[in-house]
């Protein structure tokens, strides 16, 4: 996770070697135990202390013959009234993961018949007592937090690598931020996102064709609604591993490229990280596969030697998996991108499966990579996807690309890379889980974020509980830090497959919003966002210079207000920037809904007691310090704030 140090500083140690200071934080080291104690300097606070160091056995016992053993690191428990915000995205629907404790097996964060694509182990957190910590270990284990104890376990490693970091002083009020800014200058700072990605993004499982994707293209803009990007979606290619487009359904990719850029759209192609098996004859699927066999770039199964199936998914034969940590396969993969995409203009990629996907649970011992088996290297596999890309895209083009992925890890923004929260359900629930979830995923110091609007599967559009949750979902998607629909859409209006594949449901605003008053709900939210690009666009800046994230829980701006830091429920809303306030409605039919505005007066903004809360719908001011129930009976309402200094 952490970049590699060029600094010379480390730290003053004292005579007998036992203790370490840098800055304001203080390590000491129990020569006898090997345990250790970090302590801050300016008010002696012990922050973290060991309670137990313990090597066994690794994962699988193999490794034990090249010095990799498995390690156990434990620490005291949690304060009773101690709050801890990262550990990165999940579906636990909690912010503040001290409450109630915090575990994760990191092996099924990356196991999709667990976790949907929606859950992220990134191993860093920051507590309220003022300090961060990262696990800095990329290797399968777990971990436990609560106020019993915090454990790490690591199941194969050849050393134990902490990092720990506090505050240049004696903490008054809001640690957090200092606390990301440390963090993010030692996993990387993010790479800024293009004008382009700051708007609207139109998508569906799946357009199928040229003519399609331009005909959908050109619907929003004749009927003038925003549009940025639009996705061509998986299975786009004729074998998996040919990543390059089906010339039948695609013939002139060029054109297509072309056309949407002059009506002010960029097009974004989805990426699979697979090589389709060969047939028992010989006979190879994918138009790479003899190249990536032959030069040893993909993953071998260690029962065999050699590449095997990872993950079956609509290819007879299997496909095996491309391995990320071999420098000289990942120039190659990237060079078959830009002869499949990227010569036609393509700068923007969906890296959909990049958990790596696979179809049976990796425990451990079963994958063997080139910096290391899949125990010791596996939930950093996306680093290295994203960092292959990245390289070649900072090279040639600066920092005009873009990358979406379905998983990530400590420091995968600095790659340019934005999180999504993976196949999610198309029920109210999914949208109060992910309200939580983009927040998390800004604590874990991951700026662009977003959700598929709708959500991923199980909506049908023909039915009434479905066209009220589209529109609850655009108002809470509109003010994502990435505003993207998508999903795969049931009802009458999907067609059968043809020679191009399924198409699904219909998946636009206009053939998902049925009734006028949806219809004009959703492009209420729409219009306000393009009219808030700028403003999404300074707030990453923000970002990548600081790590404060662009989704922020209340706790984050607000930590000197009691109900901002003690209150779970204020955790149903959020704020987008520094500036704009929103309670999304989780609930079908409500008529009320209730969110509180913080006092303005313990704001951690300089000046802030000169500012107020607007209800931007009718431009009603409210004092801060209070909570509200507002009237949603309408489908158009629902409560979104800003806040502006008094006139």
Not at 89 to 118: P, R, T
Not at 213 to 219: E, P, S, W
Not at 335 to 352: L, P
Request: overall charge negative.
């Amino acid at each position: 996770a952490l970049l590699p140090n060029n600094e010379t500083n480390n730290g003053n140690w004292s005579a007998d070697g036992q203790t370490v200071s840098n800055g304001n934080l203080q390590v000491t080291f129990d020569v006898t135990s090997g345990l250790v104690t970090a302590t801050r300097l300016s008010d002696k606070t012990v922050l973290l202390q060991q309670t137990l160091l313990e090597f066994g056995v690794p994962t699988p016992a193999s490794l034990n013959e090249s010095k990799v053993f498995a390690a156990t690191v434990a620490f005291k428990g949690l304060d009773a009234d101690e709050s801890i915000y990262g550990l990165g995205e999940h579906k636990n629907n909690k912010v503040n993961q001290a409450v109630g404790g915090y575990s994760k097996i990191f092996a099924d964060s990356l196991f999709y018949g667990k976790s949907q694509g929606g859950d992220v182990s990134i191993p860093w957190y920051m507590s309220s007592k003022g300090y961060g910590f990262v696990w800095n270990l990329p290797s399968f284990g777990s971990v436990s937090i609560s106020t019993s104890n915090i454990v790490w376990v690591s199941n194969a490693t050849q050393g134990v690598d902490l990092w720990i970091t506090t505050t240049a002083a004696t903490p008054t009020t809001n640690v957090y931020p200092e606390l990301l800014n440390n963090y993010v200058d030692v996993v990387g700072h993010a790479t800024p996102m293009p004008f382009w990605t700051t708007g609207f993004i139109q998508c569906k499982d799946r357009y199928r064709n040229q003519t399609q994707l331009l005909d959908v293209a050109r619907g929003y803009v004749t009927r003038g609604l925003p549009i940025s990007m639009i996705v061509i979606d998986w299975f786009h290619w004729v074998n998996m591993g040919d990543w390059q487009l089906n010339p039948e359904c695609w013939p002139d990719p060029k054109a297509m490229v072309d056309e949407l850029r002059s009506l002010g759209i960029e097009l974004m192609i989805t990426f699979w990280p697979f090589q389709g098996m060969p047939y028992a004859n010989g006979t190879s699927t994918s138009i790479h596969w003899q190249e990536f066999n032959e030069k040893g770039y993909l993953a071998k199964s260690t029962s065999t030697g050699k590449p095997e199936s990872i993950w079956g998914y609509r290819t007879p034969t299997g496909n095996a998996l491309v391995d990320s940590s071999n420098a000289e396969g990942m120039k190659a993969v990237v060079q078959h991108w830009f002869e499949g995409y990227g010569k036609y203009g393509v700068k923007a990629i969906w890296m959909d499966e990049s958990e790596p996907d696979h179809s049976r649970y990796i425990s451990g011992g079963q994958w063997e990579l080139n910096q290391g088996m899949d125990s010791q290297i596996l939930p950093a596999w996306v680093y290295y996807w994203t960092k292959g890309f990245s390289d070649y895209f900072k090279e040639t083009r600066g920092n005009d690309f873009f990358i979406l992925s379905r998983n990530a890890w400590a420091g995968t923004w600095g790659h340019g890379a934005a999180l999504w929260s993976g196949d999610i359900g198309s029920h109210w629930q999914d949208l109060y889980t992910a309200i939580r979830a983009g927040q998390q995923a800004g604590l874990s110091g991951i700026p662009l974020w977003t959700t598929d609007i709708g959500g991923y599967g199980g909506g049908n559009p023909d039915t009434a509980d479905f066209q009220q949750l589209i529109v609850r979902w655009f108002q809470f998607g509109a003010f994502c830090p990435l505003f993207r629909l998508h999903g795969h859409r049931g009802g009458k209006s999907a067609p059968p497959e043809n020679q191009c594949g399924p198409t699904n449901g219909d998946n636009e605003v206009w053939n998902l919003a049925k009734d006028p008053e949806h219809y004009d709900a959703i492009v209420a939210v729409m219009n306000l966002r393009e009219d808030l690009r700028d403003y999404v666009q300074r707030i990453n800046n923000e970002s990548v210079h600081t790590g404060m994230p662009m989704m922020r829980a209340m706790a984050l701006e607000f930590p000197g207000d009691k109900q901002c830091v003690t209150n779970t429920s204020v955790e149903a809303q959020f704020m987008l920037g520094p500036s704009w306030l929103i309670s999304p409605v989780t609930v079908a039919n409500a008529t009320s809904w209730p969110i509180y505005l913080p006092s303005l007066t313990d704001s951690k903004q300089e000046n802030s007691e000169t500012y107020e809360w607007v209800y931007w719908w009718n431009q009603t001011v409210f004092p801060g310090g209070q909570w509200l129930e507002i009237d949603v009976t309408a489908i158009k309402d629902f409560p979104l704030f800003f806040k502006r200094p008094i006139q």
